[in-house]
């Protein structure tokens, strides 16, 4: 029963409730069964990963299914041996964002090249603070964002993309703080 509360694993519980938290889990059993993930370094370390900023980034404290079934498509996804691994970290990334309200917005154009990581937009080469991507990671993002020629991004740019990606987050959500898996998939992702 203990291997049921592994923090990658959905489960469905039962609980006693005290007036102001949860005092004790009654039963609790799996909701799904991975076939992979638990087993597989690389799945497991991503789904850490996921785990890890989500619980950084979302700081409501009441149910949000939306959001929770949000979460669970992810792992679910991340269990199918047939995806390629390698974008999932920055993906998610952008996507929870999304969610979270502080999406990117995908405004690039010939004129619009850099990204504005405190406006989550694309803005011309007029440089107003230091939170701007340079003109080759705004470009990367755009690739990202548009899933064109992501064969040509190297190991450094996607590491490069993820940190930045990271910063966003920083400058968006108050409190929030580094990523202890962050350099676990940057082995395992290597």
């Known amino acids: 029963m203990s291997n049921v509360y592994n923090p990658i694993n959905i489960i469905d519980f039962v609980a006693y409730k005290s007036e102001d938290s949860l005092s004790r889990i009654k039963e609790a059993n799996l909701s799904h069964i991975y076939e992979h993930l638990n087993y597989d370094i690389i799945r497991s370390s991503i789904a850490m990963y996921i785990i890890d900023l989500a619980r950084n980034a979302i700081k409501e404290k009441e149910g949000n299914e939306n959001l929770y079934n949000f979460l669970k498509k992810w792992l679910i996804a991340l269990d199918d041996k047939s995806i390629n691994l390698t974008y999932i970290p920055i993906y998610f990334s952008i996507q929870l964002a999304n969610y979270l309200g502080f999406g990117i917005n995908d405004n690039k154009t010939e004129e619009n090249k850099y990204f504005d990581l405190m406006h989550g937009e694309y803005i011309d080469n007029d440089i107003r603070h230091q939170h701007i991507m340079t003109e080759e990671q705004s470009a990367i993002l755009?690739?990202?964002?548009?899933?064109?020629?992501?064969?040509?991004?190297?190991?450094?740019d996607r590491n490069i993309l993820l940190d930045r990606l990271l910063e966003y987050y920083k400058l968006h959500i108050e409190g929030f703080k580094g990523l202890k898996s962050l350099e676990v998939i940057r082995r395992v992702l290597g």
Request: aromatic share 0%; no cysteine.
């Open 142 to 156: 755009d690739h990202v964002l548009s899933r064109v020629d992501l064969h040509l991004i190297s190991k450094d």
